[in-house]
């Protein structure tokens, strides 16, 4: 089996730790090795966090060398772009089109980045990148709450994660809190169905 | 109180065989279950706080006693009591939590213990959550007690139970030493037997042995010593400390533990070196044998560890004492891997290329040169307070009084990150409690107007000799308490403040101001800090003392409030910036709040942030804020 990286970057609240556990439970129920790494306590007041996913037989350490990820699993555009060292030719870029403008950026008056900027950016160090409207898609969920679970199933649309879509769907169903499993459920699949139109 | 997985009660599951996804912390959780373990204590810290969070979701169904102590002091010798009553029990702090607890460290060694005693160390490397990266490994040597060291969740688990089993064997405490990559790494982990906890102890009266009096202190250093010789015989022949691979070659020998094991193995195979590997789990007493034996067999020896050179400083002076003449690699004389921060695979394995000259086959330097061009400019995200948060409000407060002439020492918490702009508060920040006692210094010192900053829970854990040190020196300062109802930062905990224990049972409200007048103070007030016209006038009067005064400014965290009001099923109205904002900016000058962002030159409010606390309506000198719920 080939060795599966994922890195996952966003900004505190986002739902990226939820979204790492579960890429990582699915791959326990098919039977493979993997790794999490989170970041918890301080980072997650409303700052960068990154988590990483790691799957493969002889897989120890919980996280991605620079420019080894095959897919990095973009929260929020400025979080992706502060974690392009992952990235290389071999990576694909999925990334969310929410925009969360840091602090500083207020307070110095500047207005958030050009998104062609970034995405262009993106584009000079990944093998493809996808950007997702993922607000919208998870309004249509049910839930806004739910855009962390669009990318979920648009990660599961391209394939590369050696895991499969059902274990992915169950892991959703499990991880997410009781009472919003069907907005969440209906979150992966317009995720998915997205990727599959356009990738 | 948070919980981690979807249902603690996996941890219950008495389902021996069964493989689940795993943070390392619930693994030791689930090792707590297995063990037989029945008193649990802590003071939550990151990296450690999920381990007794996970057992306080479970403790009542699983039939042992949990508690959130008051500090990692307490919280020791809680367990430290139950132990000597034959009882298991497990104690679990962050690394900065063991430096409170070690007096009783230092002395329960001696005394040793009846039930199996844990005392879990989850150190910070890159500080990811702490104030400083130190490596607790050194007190195994300082306390001269065994240490065992997990590298992955699944041995987190095992190594918990072992830690049972050898501190019964030895009747003495044992470390359990775990980094932020082990304790936050979800892995798969295999389920074994659950044991039946067992809370019935008995306290045998045996003053020679309990009651450490230089007569008979003396005696029982005697039998430690002697008790270590036979940790060392069980340090040698432990499972945990193992050659995990044999070189083809004899050249070089890779010699781990903990996290950075993880990197080494991987370093390794991305250069193709031909390399033996030990793998140490059992770090102190160091398997002194194990480890000449092994040095024996190679010619180079390279030490990968994360910190301090621990395992290489004690491995040089093993060869040098069975007269090996291996050459060893590390840290110490020409350092090839780092003594600050976290290790990974691509560090271990530049420093393994540079001393087996090889070329490592990514081009790193290329990636940085490429990566640091695209983030030139890229606009930094700290953490930062939430939006709602009251501390805001007390900071805000304390700049329109205090100013730039007072002096605020703040404490360990999330009002740390106060220091952020345009706030600013925060001008010297040490430890937990530090705050009162170093504004007393620096008040004698200047004699300007000091305002020490803590928070409810660390009020609880540390400040009280600073409060009474304060009221009998009388110092001249002025002790914020930012009382939230919780212990916010590692994931909502009770604390003796809130009427709640840890196995959810209610319990007597320790009231902060009570405490304060009880202690001497003479000019204690209770403040709501969105009130902010009221708690300026206050904390005005609390600066004019002649001698220590006490400010409580007390609303609950924005997080709980919020969740509350999802609860109830009430809805939260954002503010909006009306037509008479004249794009002064003073909201966002003065209170650098999340949800107020600045969209094509013009102040908006995040409908999605705003928690309608309504601080930014009291500080709009236009009056151009509206329509929110104001909670209060």
């Given at each position: 089996?080939?060795?599966f990286?994922?890195?996952?970057?966003?900004?505190?609240?986002?739902?990226?730790?939820?979204?790492?556990?579960i890429l990582?439970?699915a791959a326990?129920k098919?039977?493979l090795?993997?790794?999490?790494?989170?970041?918890?306590?301080?980072?997650?007041?409303?700052?960068?966090?990154?988590?990483?996913?790691?799957?493969?037989e002889?897989?120890l350490?919980?996280?991605?060398?620079?420019?080894?990820?095959?897919?990095?699993?973009?929260?929020?555009p400025?979080?992706?772009?502060?974690?392009?060292?992952?990235?290389?030719?071999?990576?694909?870029?999925i990334?969310?089109?929410?925009?969360?403008?840091?602090?500083?950026?207020?307070?110095?008056?500047?207005?958030?980045?050009?998104?062609?900027?970034i995405?262009a950016?993106?584009r000079?160090?990944?093998?493809?990148?996808?950007?997702?409207?993922t607000?919208q898609?998870?309004?249509?969920?049910?839930?806004?709450?739910?855009?962390?679970?669009?990318?979920?199933?648009?990660?599961?649309?391209?394939?590369?994660?050696p895991?499969?879509?059902e274990?992915?769907?169950?892991?959703?169903?499990e991880l997410?809190?009781?009472?919003?499993?069907?907005a969440?459920?209906?979150?992966?699949?317009?995720?998915?169905?997205?990727?599959k139109?356009?990738? | 109180?948070?919980?981690?997985?979807?249902?603690p009660?996996?941890l219950?599951?008495?389902?021996?065989?069964?493989?689940?996804?795993?943070l390392?912390?619930?693994?030791?959780a689930?090792g707590?279950?297995?063990?037989?373990?029945?008193?649990?204590?802590t003071?939550?810290?990151?990296?450690?706080?999920?381990?007794?969070?996970?057992?306080?979701?479970?403790?009542?169904?699983?039939?042992?006693y949990?508690?959130?102590?008051?500090?990692?002091?307490?919280?020791?010798?809680?367990?430290?009591?139950?132990?000597?009553?034959?009882?298991?029990?497990?104690?679990?702090?962050?690394?900065?939590?063991?430096?409170?607890?070690a007096?009783?460290?230092?002395?329960l060694?001696?005394?040793?213990?009846?039930?199996?005693?844990?005392?879990v160390?989850?150190?910070?490397?890159?500080?990811?959550?702490?104030?400083?990266?130190q490596?607790?490994r050194?007190?195994?040597?300082?306390?001269n007690?065994?240490?065992?060291?997990p590298?992955?969740?699944?041995?987190?688990?095992?190594?918990?139970i072992?830690?049972?089993?050898?501190?019964?064997?030895?009747?003495?405490?044992?470390?359990?030493?775990?980094?932020?990559?082990v304790s936050?790494?979800?892995g798969?982990?295999?389920y074994?037997?659950?044991?039946?906890?067992?809370?019935?102890?008995?306290?045998?009266?045996?003053?020679?042995?309990?009651v450490?009096?230089?007569?008979?202190?003396?005696p029982k250093?005697t039998?430690f010593?002697?008790?270590?010789?036979?940790?060392?015989e069980i340090?040698?022949?432990?499972?945990?400390?193992r050659?995990?691979?044999?070189?083809?070659?004899?050249?070089?020998?890779?010699?781990?533990?903990?996290?950075?094991?993880?990197?080494?193995?991987e370093?390794?195979d991305?250069?193709?070196?031909?390399?033996?590997?030990?793998k140490?789990g059992?770090?102190?007493?160091?398997p002194?044998?194990?480890i000449a034996?092994?040095?024996?067999?190679c010619?180079?020896?390279?030490?990968?560890?994360?910190?301090e050179?621990?395992?290489?400083?004690q491995?040089?002076?093993?060869?040098?004492d069975?007269?090996c003449?291996?050459?060893?690699?590390g840290?110490t004389?020409?350092?090839?891997?780092?003594r600050?921060?976290?290790?990974?695979?691509?560090?271990?394995?530049?420093?393994?290329?540079r001393?087996?000259?090889?070329?490592?086959?990514?081009d790193?330097?290329?990636?940085?040169k490429?990566?640091?061009?695209?983030?030139?400019?890229?606009?930094r995200?700290?953490?930062?307070?939430?939006?709602g948060c009251?501390?805001r409000?007390s900071?805000?407060?304390?700049r329109r009084i205090?100013?730039?002439?007072a002096?605020?020492p703040?404490?360990?918490g999330?009002y740390?990150?106060?220091i952020?702009?345009?706030?600013?508060?925060?001008?010297?920040?040490?430890?937990?409690?530090?705050?009162?006692g170093t504004?007393?210094?620096?008040?004698?010192?200047?004699n300007a107007?000091?305002?020490?900053v803590?928070?409810?829970?660390?009020?609880?854990?540390?400040?009280?000799?600073?409060?009474?040190?304060?009221?009998?020196n009388?110092?001249?300062?002025?002790?914020?308490v930012l009382?939230?109802?919780?212990?916010?930062?590692?994931?909502?905990?009770?604390h003796?403040?809130t009427g709640?224990?840890?196995?959810?049972?209610?319990?007597?409200?320790?009231?902060?101001e009570?405490?304060?007048?009880?202690?001497?103070v003479?000019?204690?007030?209770?403040?709501?800090?969105?009130?902010?016209?009221?708690a300026?006038k206050v904390?005005?009067?609390a600066?004019?003392?002649?001698?220590?005064?006490?400010?409580?400014?007390?609303?609950?965290?924005?997080l709980?409030?919020?969740?509350?009001?999802?609860?109830k099923?009430?809805?939260?109205?954002?503010f909006?910036?009306?037509?008479?904002?004249?794009?002064?900016?003073?909201?966002?000058?003065?209170?650098?709040?999340?949800?107020l962002?600045?969209?094509?030159?013009k102040?908006?409010?995040?409908?999605?942030?705003?928690?309608?606390?309504?601080?930014c309506?009291?500080v709009?000198?236009?009056?151009?804020?509206?329509?929110?719920n104001t909670?209060r």
């Amino acid at each position: 089996m080939k060795e599966f990286n994922a890195v996952l970057a966003g900004v505190g609240g986002q739902g990226t730790l939820l979204a790492a556990e579960i890429l990582g439970s699915a791959a326990v129920k098919d039977g493979l090795n993997v790794r999490v790494s989170e970041i918890h306590g301080m980072a997650q007041r409303g700052g960068a966090v990154t988590s990483n996913v790691r799957i493969g037989e002889k897989i120890l350490s919980a996280t991605v060398m620079e420019g080894q990820a095959d897919v990095l699993l973009g929260f929020e555009p400025l979080e992706t772009l502060r974690n392009l060292k992952y990235a290389s030719d071999k990576t694909t870029v999925i990334m969310s089109d929410e925009q969360i403008p840091p602090t500083e950026l207020a307070a110095k008056g500047t207005a958030y980045p050009n998104m062609k900027e970034i995405t262009a950016k993106i584009r000079r160090f990944a093998k493809k990148v996808v950007v997702i409207e993922t607000e919208q898609l998870a309004s249509e969920a049910g839930s806004r709450l739910t855009s962390n679970i669009v990318l979920v199933g648009a990660l599961a649309a391209t394939e590369s994660m050696p895991v499969k879509t059902e274990s992915l769907m169950k892991s959703v169903r499990e991880l997410v809190p009781a009472k919003h499993v069907d907005a969440n459920v209906k979150a992966f699949k317009l995720g998915y169905d997205y990727m599959k139109k356009h990738a | 109180m948070r919980s981690l997985l979807p249902d603690p009660h996996v941890l219950l599951e008495d389902n021996p065989s069964k493989r689940v996804l795993l943070l390392g912390n619930e693994a030791i959780a689930r090792g707590i279950l297995e063990a037989g373990i029945s008193v649990v204590t802590t003071y939550p810290g990151t990296p450690a706080s999920e381990i007794g969070d996970s057992i306080a979701a479970i403790a009542n169904e699983a039939g042992l006693y949990m508690e959130y102590s008051t500090n990692e002091m307490v919280a020791m010798e809680v367990a430290g009591g139950a132990a000597n009553c034959g009882v298991r029990a497990l104690t679990a702090m962050k690394h900065v939590g063991l430096n409170v607890a070690a007096d009783m460290l230092m002395t329960l060694a001696y005394t040793g213990v009846r039930g199996g005693c844990i005392i879990v160390t989850a150190d910070d490397p890159e500080c990811h959550s702490s104030q400083n990266e130190q490596d607790n490994r050194f007190y195994a040597l300082l306390s001269n007690l065994p240490c065992l060291e997990p590298s992955d969740p699944q041995e987190a688990k095992e190594m918990t139970i072992s830690a049972v089993e050898i501190s019964e064997k030895l009747e003495v405490p044992v470390l359990l030493r775990t980094t932020t990559r082990v304790s936050h790494t979800r892995g798969p982990v295999t389920y074994g037997k659950l044991a039946k906890p067992n809370l019935k102890g008995k306290f045998v009266r045996d003053v020679k042995r309990l009651v450490m009096v230089p007569a008979n202190s003396r005696p029982k250093h005697t039998v430690f010593l002697k008790t270590m010789e036979k940790a060392k015989e069980i340090s040698e022949s432990s499972p945990y400390n193992r050659v995990v691979r044999e070189g083809k070659s004899k050249e070089y020998g890779i010699i781990s533990s903990s996290s950075a094991y993880n990197y080494a193995v991987e370093a390794a195979d991305l250069l193709g070196l031909d390399a033996s590997i030990l793998k140490l789990g059992m770090t102190h007493p160091m398997p002194e044998k194990a480890i000449a034996e092994f040095l024996k067999k190679c010619k180079k020896a390279i030490v990968v560890e994360e910190l301090e050179p621990y395992v290489e400083m004690q491995v040089k002076a093993i060869a040098k004492d069975y007269a090996c003449e291996t050459e060893v690699f590390g840290k110490t004389g020409k350092p090839y891997f780092s003594r600050e921060g976290e290790l990974s695979t691509r560090a271990v394995a530049e420093g393994l290329a540079r001393i087996t000259v090889r070329k490592l086959p990514i081009d790193f330097a290329d990636i940085d040169k490429r990566f640091t061009e695209v983030v030139k400019e890229l606009p930094r995200r700290p953490p930062i307070l939430c939006a709602g948060c009251p501390h805001r409000a007390s900071f805000y407060v304390m700049r329109r009084i205090g100013g730039e002439n007072a002096i605020y020492p703040t404490d360990i918490g999330c009002y740390a990150l106060g220091i952020a702009p345009p706030l600013n508060i925060g001008d010297i920040m040490i430890c937990m409690g530090a705050s009162l006692g170093t504004a007393q210094g620096i008040s004698k010192a200047t004699n300007a107007p000091t305002i020490a900053v803590i928070g409810d829970s660390t009020f609880f854990h540390a400040a009280l000799p600073g409060l009474v040190n304060a009221v009998y020196n009388n110092s001249r300062v002025t002790l914020a308490v930012l009382d939230n109802a919780t212990t916010a930062m590692t994931g909502h905990q009770p604390h003796p403040g809130t009427g709640l224990t840890g196995m959810g049972s209610p319990s007597e409200k320790v009231s902060i101001e009570k405490v304060a007048e009880g202690c001497g103070v003479k000019y204690v007030k209770v403040v709501d800090p969105f009130q902010t016209k009221e708690a300026e006038k206050v904390l005005k009067e609390a600066l004019e003392q002649p001698g220590p005064s006490v400010v409580v400014f007390r609303a609950p965290c924005v997080l709980m409030s919020v969740r509350e009001m999802r609860r109830k099923g009430m809805k939260i109205m954002p503010f909006k910036i009306t037509e008479k904002c004249t794009n002064c900016m003073a909201c966002i000058k003065l209170l650098g709040c999340p949800a107020l962002t600045v969209e094509s030159g013009k102040v908006h409010i995040s409908e999605e942030l705003c928690t309608a606390c309504g601080l930014c309506i009291q500080v709009c000198p236009y009056k151009a804020i509206e329509g929110g719920n104001t909670r209060r």
